[in-house]
């Protein structure tokens, strides 16, 4: 979960401060994490940089307004945070490339962007983490897969260890693995969600009004998933603890096992993970 330790990071830019790159950022400025320099964002519109410009410890550029923003929130940053739609990356690292300061570290926030893309758009000099949190970053509850790239230091992972784990948790991983990843962590909220759905449909079907309903269903995850987290038993564990012998949730749980609900969730991950591949030659 999320770090309580006191983190120190250097000057740290975004660019793109959208949904994603805010919910990294209210980790930033949580107590405890300390910004040398501060941090800066970019926004495209006038209106979305003033959503920021209020935030102490933070300075916002909007692009629409001036057209060197980008190169003003990275002069002497030591971390830039790539946040933006995967089809506008090579424009933009085209614009920082030459102005980034020797040694910086990029960290992509876009999916489906490999770090051989990066590389490939940037100075030598410049050492690029390819990164894939995912949407519980912004109740801090996130899990972030992180790759290195061919240039990146142990040093550098451990500071984007670091400025993710403000946020939840973090796995290394090759990034072979990270699309796979998404499937799982990236897209399983999704899923989550969608099993709330599915459930809460089943209990108004009952007879249940969907206010009772989503007390049954959202109290039951949420319970769940709390008795998980302060537990020392697996999954499988404490499943078997809820089902007994002979009784109703055995006679329920043969039943999705006989609807194949592995195999959906095995269909379903390996159609996002094609997908994702798709989205990343094209």
Known sequence: MTSTKTVTLPTIAFLGAGSMARAVLAGLLKPGVHVEGGIRTTNRTEEKAAELAGTEGVTAFATAADPEANLKAIAGAKIVVVAVKPYMVPDLLAEIADHLEPGALVISVCAGVTVATFESLLPDTVHVIRSMPNTPAVVGMAVTGLS???RSTDDDLAEAQALFATVGDVLVVPETQLDALGTISGSGPAYVFYLIEQLTETAVAKG????????????????????LAVSDKSPTELRRQVTSPG??????????QKGGVRELFDIATDAALARSRELAAS
């Open 208 to 227: 249940f009004t969907p206010e009772q309903a989503a007390v049954m269903v959202n109290g039951t995850f949420l319970g769940a998933s709390a008795l």
């Open 247 to 256: 009784g109703t949730t055995e006679r329920a749980v043969a039943e999705l």
């Open 148 to 150: 290195a790239g061919t």
